[in-house]
């Protein structure tokens, strides 16, 4: 299929925002890598503004030196990541100016929140990353955004231009799949799960058989904006729109160490975010060990306790670690249940 054309932007808004991104970059504690985005709605509404650095969440940088690792995870959230973690609104339909090209991991939870515009500053294209790295954002970042329906751009804000560097096949950008919503509960139900967070999901968990299941999936409750409360539950999958042939279509080489599936906990961080959904009592269940990246992320999420069936990983056989770290710490709450 044939990409289709781009869709029309404000472009001077877009180099503004590029800026503040910019501006920004040199304040990352980041020795080697500093890196910054900002994220914006399609109008440039000052109120949807968000500039961040790669940067760890004020928990990790009070307690350890920044070399130190949670579990054999940097404690560094990319910029991208970090915009959408620490944006108290949706994001979807939203445009990103990054100020160099996003790896495979940002890809995808760009793609989970449902961002459309991915501007990267020609500067960029000429750092670190893509020099080391360029199988891993030319084949997976790009072929991510694009089965995702996201735009991405060369942006060169001296000369005012940009270059489209990857369109989507279709505007219509695809649902994330793997996540379940149900239908509001009554009254009574819902003040039983505020209640009692941690029964009502040990509940939850037995009834949906989420124990039994072969990949790992997380479920908690949420309220959506009208107070209503739902049971949610997110299973691990491939990125919205990318099917398990386009994964198989790629050579093994380009796709270095990155996985193209999302976790089902860090998914569910961007979940509640694109249905601005908040998480009763700050719990969640596990069917896995959630993975050390889960739990660095989870520090800029209102996640305070999470509750692991079982004790096989996901992926990452250091989730173990990082889980009994952060209980030793106070950080967060850990029920092996
Ligand atoms: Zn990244």
């Not at 959506?224 to 299973?235: A, E, F, Q, Y």
């Not at 796709?255 to 961080?269: E, M, S, W």
């Given at each position: 299929m044939e990409p289709m054309q781009y869709e029309e932007f404000d472009l001077d808004m877009v180099i503004r925002r590029m800026q503040d991104a910019v501006d920004v970059v040199l304040s990352?504690?980041?020795?080697?890598?500093?890196?910054?985005?900002?994220?914006?709605?399609?109008?440039?509404?000052?109120?949807?503004?968000?500039?961040?650095?790669?940067?760890?969440?004020?928990?990790?940088?009070?307690?350890?030196?920044?070399?130190?690792?949670?579990?054999?995870?940097?404690?560094?959230?990319?910029?991208?990541?970090?915009?959408?973690?620490e944006y108290g609104r949706s994001a979807?339909?939203?445009?990103?100016?990054?100020?160099?090209?996003f790896c495979p991991n940002c890809a995808k939870t760009l793609a989970e929140s449902g961002v459309k515009r991915i501007f990267i500053d020609h500067k960029g294209m000429d750092k670190d990353f893509v020099?080391?790295?360029?199988?891993?954002?030319?084949?997976?970042?790009?072929?991510?955004?694009?089965?995702?329906?996201?735009?991405?751009?060369?942006?060169?804000?001296?000369?005012?231009?940009?270059?489209?560097?990857?369109?989507?096949?279709?505007?219509?950008?695809?649902a994330p799949a793997g996540v379940v919503i149900d239908a509001?509960?009554?009254?009574?139900?819902?003040?039983?799960?505020?209640?009692?967070?941690?029964?009502?999901?040990?509940e939850f968990a037995a009834e949906s058989g989420i124990n039994a299941l072969p990949h790992s999936a997380v479920c908690c409750f949420a309220?959506?904006?009208?107070?209503?409360?739902?049971?949610?539950?997110?299973?691990?999958?491939?990125?919205?729109?990318l099917s398990p042939q386009d994964v198989a279509s790629?050579?093994?080489?380009?796709?270095?160490?990155?996985?193209?599936?999302?976790?089902?906990?860090?998914?569910?961080?961007?979940?509640?975010?694109?249905?601005?959904?908040?998480?009763?009592?700050?719990?969640?269940?596990?069917?896995r060990v959630p993975s050390s990246r889960a739990f660095v992320n989870m520090l800029l999420t209102d996640i305070r306790k999470v509750m692991i069936a079982g004790r096989v990983p996901d992926h990452d056989p250091t989730g173990g670690d990082a889980a009994r770290l952060y209980a030793e710490m106070g950080l967060i709450e850990v029920d092996w249940v």
């Open positions: 990352s504690e980041h020795d080697t890598s500093k890196v910054a985005a900002c994220l914006f709605d399609p109008d440039g509404n000052p109120a949807s503004i968000i500039s961040r650095t790669n940067h760890r969440p004020y928990a990790l940088k009070q307690r350890f030196d920044w070399t130190d690792r949670i579990g054999k995870s940097s404690q560094f959230i990319h910029a991208e990541t970090a915009c959408l973690l979807e339909g939203h445009s990103i100016c990054v100020t160099d090209p020099q080391r790295r360029a199988g891993a954002f030319n084949v997976i970042s790009l072929e991510i955004a694009q089965k995702a329906g996201i735009d991405v751009y060369i942006l060169y804000r001296k000369d005012r231009r940009f270059e489209p560097l990857r369109l989507p096949t279709s505007h219509i950008v695809p509001a509960l009554d009254m009574e139900a819902a003040a039983r799960v505020k209640g009692d967070v941690a029964t009502a999901l040990t309220a959506s904006k009208d107070g209503r409360v739902h049971r949610v539950m997110v299973h691990e999958s491939l990125p919205p729109g790629l050579k093994p080489d380009d796709t270095d160490k990155y996985r193209f599936t999302v976790d089902a906990l860090n998914k569910l961080y961007f979940v509640v975010r694109r249905h601005e959904l908040k998480i009763i009592g700050g719990a969640v269940y596990c069917n």
